[in-house]
């Protein structure tokens, strides 16, 4: 866990399962990768902060450090999304993340060295089990966090949503590449959530998560 973008008493923790739900059940139903996978959990309301909702990052922030964001090829997980969760955010698309912590290095913009790569997910399209492979590549939209996003710089807010192709190309509007600090799938702040990731995918390396530890296995 990220501990310093973790808000609140949320939780990432690395468990067992979860294997399906009560009417969803049989060898199928199994985490994609070994018998494990990532537990999340993070409540809304919950703290004195604005907004008051938690935040959680479980990632790693050694191994991507420096390496460059037009090196992203391929990037999505797997995801055990409930029902209830639908209910907690209104929608069907309250749903994890994949953040990535980059220094943007636009030419615009040369005193910012910090922002947030976001992935926002398309809605899984099963529930009480484990969803397919989803492609942070072709689905969803892409947004940077702070000045980054906006018109001055890539264009790509939450309001003005990016496919990954338009965001890796606004990234390199620069006279040095744009560069990863740190790689991270979680949750927050915006609505409860509790659910479960596994398969993390970056290039040709799948992060499978297993209650004893991450293991790093070769894509096919």
């Known amino acids: 866990m990220i501990t310093r973008n973790t808000i609140g008493s949320s939780v990432a923790e690395l468990r067992n399962g979860p294997f399906g739900s009560y009417d969803a059940l049989g060898p199928e139903q199994r985490p994609p990768y070994g018998r494990g996978s990532l537990g999340i959990?993070?409540?809304n309301n919950s703290t004195t902060l604005n907004p008051p909702s938690e935040k959680?990052?479980?990632g790693n922030e050694v191994d991507f450090y420096g390496k460059p964001v037009s090196g992203l090829r391929q990037v999505g997980f797997h995801v055990f999304q409930t029902g209830e969760n639908v209910g907690y955010g209104g929608t069907a698309t309250n749903m994890p993340n994949i953040r990535f912590e980059i220094d943007p290095n636009l030419t615009a913009l040369p005193s910012v060295n910090y922002s947030t790569l976001v992935w926002v997910p398309p809605a899984s399209p099963v529930t009480n089990s484990w969803s397919p492979f989803l492609n942070a590549t072709t689905t969803g939209y892409w947004y940077l966090t702070g000045t980054a996003g906006g018109p001055?710089?890539?264009n790509c807010d939450q309001t003005t949503q990016c496919t990954f192709n338009q965001v890796k190309t606004a990234l390199q509007d620069a006279?040095?590449?744009?560069?990863?600090?740190?790689?991270?799938?979680?949750?927050?702040?915006?609505f409860m959530w509790i659910g479960a990731i596994d398969g993390f995918r970056v290039n040709e390396t799948i992060y499978d998560f297993e209650r004893w530890g991450v293991r790093a296995l070769p894509a096919n």
């Open 41 to 43: 959990a993070v409540a």
């Open 56 to 58: 959680v990052d479980f």
């Open 152 to 154: 001055t710089g890539t």
């Open 175 to 190: 006279d040095d590449p744009a560069l990863i600090y740190t790689a991270a799938v979680g949750k927050g702040r915006d």
